[in-house]
């Protein structure tokens, strides 16, 4: 069976920081893309950012700059260090990975940025 646990989330202030993490367990193939979305309330889940299997990264304009991805392949492990931080930026966030056809969704981390 697999799972997608993230964790890390919390309450910040504005400027803060937070690392999630999202650890991987029960998949038998090969795990490429790791990718973190966020859903705030009422809102639809959006991208944050993506790295593939080699390290190749991707973000929304919204984070550049603040957030950065990375992963450990022999902890089927990704991170996202988050720097910065803005209300805006409150949301659940999600972990998301791609093996073989398949996508996985974990359950999310809630990360609440206020004063």
């Known amino acids: 069976q697999v799972h997608v646990v993230e964790s890390g989330g919390g309450l910040v202030q504005p400027g803060g920081s937070l690392r999630l993490s999202c650890e991987v367990s029960g998949i038998r193939d090969t795990i490429y893309a790791m990718s973190w979305y966020h859903q705030a309330p009422g809102k639809s889940r959006e991208f944050v950012a993506v790295?593939?299997?080699?390290?190749?990264?991707n973000y929304a304009n919204s984070v550049k700059g603040r957030f950065t991805i990375s992963r450990d392949n022999a902890k089927n492990t990704v991170y996202l260090q988050m720097n910065n931080l803005e209300p805006e930026d409150t949301a659940a966030y999600y972990c998301?990975?791609?093996?073989?056809?398949?996508?996985?969704w974990g359950q999310g981390t809630q990360v609440t940025v206020s004063s």
């Open positions: 790295i593939g299997r080699g390290g190749s990264t």
């Open positions: 998301k990975v791609n093996s073989g056809s398949y996508e996985y």
